[in-house]
């Protein structure tokens, strides 16, 4: 039942990738909290606190597809190299300038943006690395792992950052940030290097965005992963509703909020702990729609329940679900896909994981306004099962998809 730790055995390359991306994962978890008190501290607008997701949004999108084209085309390891080092680098600016005391508001957004264009280049790159690291039957525990760092991260990132913020000021934070990427940049240096395979054994040539989309649409399995997962993203998305949730269901103020808050990843990390069985599941297609509709069923019936702890079980149950679709979709999209086009489907990955979530808030808090809070979660979680199963019966062949055949 426990996390199924062969991945970190049987190679020592995805070893030092997954011990070096925890690390640093935990560390820019650090930096993102530091620089939303920063910013707040010298602007006192929650609006420009705001504008530092908008800025780091804007670039994750655009060079998640531009990385992914990249990724195609360049050794995969240079990339990881560069954008890592790109990242350490800004870090180091941070510092600087908090030593130095430079408060400015548009330096913190610059380094942002900047910094969201190094993610997106690291992420796409690391990720396809990954199949080429171990064998087709490990990636679902290679992203089980993946999962765990992710939702460790966010979990323990927030929380050192703000202690650490509070002790020793903006500075430490960064400087530790700056210690945590050597973890990623030893990591990539050990590499072997990763040079796309290339099927038709053509040379190396560039490699389009359009030609990845192009790809994408004709393969009805992969596309449904991203179509499930913008189902449960941006239909049953109720992070954006918390404040107005603690107060008028259950009478709570900001600690009510961090609850809230906490309880999805609280499941996430359980679901990514207990994922040893993951492993065993051959039909991924039915796992993951399986997955999604217990996600929106999930929030559905948080939106009816108005104590505190019942409330926070169903949170946990629907990040645990996340988490499970998160391994499969995962696990689908590097295992169907060829080498030569992993690159380019993690980009857009990227963009729908981005982007979703973001989109979910909005239409939430429209519907809340229109209607209430109550509608707004439970018809979201209604729709996100409705739409989930529109999608299965429009597309019946997804469902018969079985991983010891993959096909995208």
Not at 47 to 66: C, D, K, N, Q, T
Not at 159 to 187: E, H, K, N
Not at 261 to 284: D, E, M, Q, T, Y
Request: charged letters at 10%; glycine letters at 12%; proline letters at 4%.
């Amino acid at each position: 039942m426990f996390a199924d730790l062969t991945p970190l055995r049987i190679s020592a390359a995805y070893r030092r990738l997954w011990f070096g991306n925890t690390i640093s994962w935990m560390g820019q978890q650090m930096t993102a909290l530091a620089v939303s008190l920063q910013v707040y501290a010298v602007t006192r607008s929650t609006f420009s606190v705001g504008l530092v997701g908008l800025f780091s949004l804007v670039p994750l999108v655009v060079f998640g597809l531009y990385g992914g084209a990249v990724a195609d085309t360049v050794d995969r390891r240079k990339l990881g190299l560069v954008s890592a080092g790109g990242a350490t680098v800004l870090s180091v600016v941070l510092a600087a300038a908090a030593l130095a005391h430079f408060h400015h508001v548009w330096l913190l957004y610059g380094i942002v943006a900047l910094q969201a264009i190094c993610f997106a280049m690291n992420s796409t790159a690391r990720s396809s690395m990954i199949p080429r690291l171990l064998p087709t039957e490990s990636l679902p525990a290679a992203n089980a792992l993946q999962a765990l760092t992710t939702n460790l991260g966010l979990m323990a990132g927030p929380s050192l950052g703000g202690l650490i913020v509070g002790l020793w000021g903006y500075q430490a934070a960064y400087l530790v940030d700056v210690a945590a990427f050597t973890a990623s940049l030893y990591a990539m240096w050990r590499l072997p290097a990763i040079r796309p395979d290339r099927g038709d054994g053509g040379g190396r040539r560039r490699a389009s965005v359009l030609d990845g989309l192009r790809f994408l649409a004709t393969r009805p399995n992969v596309r449904m992963t991203f179509f499930c997962d913008l189902a449960a993203m941006v239909l049953a998305q109720p992070r954006a509703l918390f404040p107005a949730i603690a107060a008028l269901w259950f009478g709570g103020g900001a600690k009510t909020v961090g609850l809230l808050v906490a309880a999805p990843a609280i499941g996430a990390v359980l679901g990514g702990l207990f994922s040893g069985w993951l492993g065993r599941i051959r039909r991924h297609s039915l796992a993951i729609l399986f997955a999604v509709a217990s996600w929106g069923a999930a929030v559905a019936v948080f939106g009816l329940t108005r104590q505190l702890w019942l409330g926070m079980v169903f949170l946990a149950i629907a990040g645990c679900s996340d988490t499970i679709s998160m391994v499969f979709r995962s696990t689908m999209l590097q295992a169907a896909t060829p080498d030569e086009m992993r690159g380019r489907l993690q980009g857009v990955f990227i963009v729908v994981v981005a982007g979703g979530p973001r989109l979910g808030d909005f239409l939430a808090g429209s519907v809340a306004d229109l209607a209430s809070p109550t509608v707004a979660v439970v018809g979201g979680g209604l729709a996100c099962v409705l739409v989930l199963g529109l999608l299965a019966l429009r597309w019946r062949g997804f469902a018969r998809y079985d991983a010891r055949t993959p096909q995208a």
